[in-house]
Every structure is written in C-alpha cells, then in structure tokens.
C-alpha cells in the first residue's frame, strides 16, 4: 500500500462501494428530464455520500487502533511507569484545556505512539513499550505532549472534515467525466450506460489517489503544529530532543510497527522517498526539527 493509508482506502472503497450500489438500486438520481446533469442533485448526492467513508472512520477510529494495535489501557495503574504515564497525560490534558484521553500501552518493541478518537474530549493517547523502556521521562513526556496537542487540536476531526470535502469532490467530477464519455464517446443517449458505471469507477480511484495529496498535505501540516504543542506543553528542548531520538532510531534502521492505517496518527510516520513528499503523512524528522530549533 504506497504510503496511502487504511484511512484514505477505507474512505475510497466506502464511496465507491456505496455508489455502485445505489446506482444499481435506482437510488440518487441526477439526471434532468432531457437527460443530462443535474449538477446541484448531484452535488448534494456526492456530498451525503462523500462524508460517509470519513465519518464512519472517525467513529471507528478508537476501536480499529484498540485492536490493531493491540493497545491495553490502563484502568488501574499496576506499576510506577503506568502511573507516572498516567499522572503525565491527566497534567499535559489539564494544562491542554481537554478531557483526559484514555490512556494505553501497545506491545511494540520500536518507538512510537498515536492519539485518536472521535471528539478532543473522547479521545485516546496510546505509546508502545519500546518507548518507555528507552527514551527517558523528559522524553517520553514531549512525544506525550505532541500526541495532546494533536487532540486539543482537533486534528481528527479537521482531517475527517477535509476527507469529506474530498470524497464529495472525487465522486463529483469522476460522475461527470463518466457521463461526458457515456455521452460524447459512446454515444448512449438513454439515461447511462456500462461505460458511465465503468468510467466513473475509474475515474473515482484515479481522483482518489490525486485527491490524497491534498489529504496529505494537511496531515504533514498538522505534525508540525503539534509539534509546536509539545514544544509549549513539554519544553522545546525536550520536543527536539524527542524527535532527534526517533531520528536516531530511524537512521539505525527501526521498524515503523504502526500498521500502515494509522501511521498518520503517530508521532513518526516514516518517509520513504520512492512515495514522494506528496503522498507522505508526515515531514521528514530533520524538517520538523529544523522548524523547532527556528521558534523563538
């Protein structure tokens, strides 16, 4: 799966999924009387359809990384490490001005962690048992602060937003560019054709794949703003020292061990160059650095 993740190809296989079907139920209609577009009842058409794929993947955003990643949260802490997690995320929450996530651990050897959830006051903070065991708590509390800012943010929701907005935009112009060949190169002049259902099919994972970058590019912006939050929660010296140790592992050549699904919502997303800036979820580490060590 190149660099695209589960969020964006659960989104895509929802719009498509849903739009095949109601096409073949009779159900959405856009045509006008004489037979061509009506572009507003397609546009309404596309936009309830369009938010489908991204609202159902915020909702399910909590329970999908639960058990993907095999995160056990911490009811009652059992140790001083699961305390001082504890105590760390309800004072980083407090100081955020947010309802304290739900705290986890997700048995991984390499570093990361993630934030999630539907809504900045029902969200969940999750760091894998690599972490803990070898950044130091100054360390740890920085990533800790980076994964807060992303939910005082609101960043889940934003990104589910313009999800949205895209999907809608997607199923939009892969409608009319079926009936544009439906009409102008097929000739079919009696309601649509397999060349729409075909050409629209297409044209919809072709416009997906583009529209991603747009997707994209907001979630490599989003990283450095909570970096910018970890920075004013943890310390900026901390923030980069953070960083500058994931760099190190990276560099050593760890594993990501995020599936590829939800590595947008971890602190180190990777960044293989064969996928290209474009399509990457996060900024180089050095980049996101660099933008630390220029704050003032």
């Known amino acids: 799966m190149l660099r695209i993740g589960l969020f964006l190809l659960t989104n895509i296989a929802v719009i498509a999924v849903a739009s095949i079907t109601l096409s073949l139920l009779g159900v959405g209609r856009y045509l006008d009387q004489t037979g061509n577009l009506d572009l507003q009842t397609l ?13 159902i993947s915020l909702l399910l955003s909590k329970f999908i990384a639960k058990k993907s990643m095999g995160v056990q ?6 140790t001083a490490d699961e305390q001082w997690l504890v105590d760390t995320v309800v004072e980083l929450s407090q100081k955020a001005g947010i309802k304290t996530p739900e705290i986890g651990i997700f048995p991984a050897r390499e570093s990361n962690a993630f934030a999630t959830g539907w809504n900045r006051n029902a969200a969940l903070v999750a760091v894998s048992l690599g972490m803990l065991q070898r950044f130091d708590r100054d360390e740890v509390r920085a990533v800790l602060a980076h994964e807060i800012g992303h939910v005082a943010n609101g960043d889940m929701i934003t990104l589910s937003l313009i999800q949205g907005v895209v999907n809608t935009f997607v199923m939009f112009f892969a409608r009319i560019i079926g009936h544009t060949v439906d009409r102008a190169i097929l000739k079919n002049e009696n309601g649509h054709g397999i060349g729409f259902y075909v050409t629209t099919f297409i044209a919809e ?7 991603s970058m747009i997707v994209m590019a907001f979630s490599r912006y989003r990283e450095y703003r909570a970096d910018a939050a970890g920075a004013h929660l943890a310390g900026r010296g901390a923030m980069i020292r953070a960083l500058q140790r994931l760099q190190a592992e990276v560099k050593a050549g ?11 919502f971890g602190i180190s997303g ?10 990457a979820s996060h900024p180089p580490l050095e980049d996101r650095i660099e933008a630390l060590s220029r704050q003032a």
């Open 73 to 78: 949260l911490i009811e009652r802490p059992r």
């Open 43 to 55: 546009l309404i058409f596309c936009a309830v359809f369009g938010f489908t794929g991204s609202i």
């Open 205 to 211: 994972m072709v416009l997906g794949i583009l529209a």
């Open 270 to 279: 990777g960044f293989k160059q064969q996928f290209g800036r474009l399509f």
């Open 254 to 264: 760890a594993e990501n061990p995020m599936p590829d699904g939800f590595k947008a």
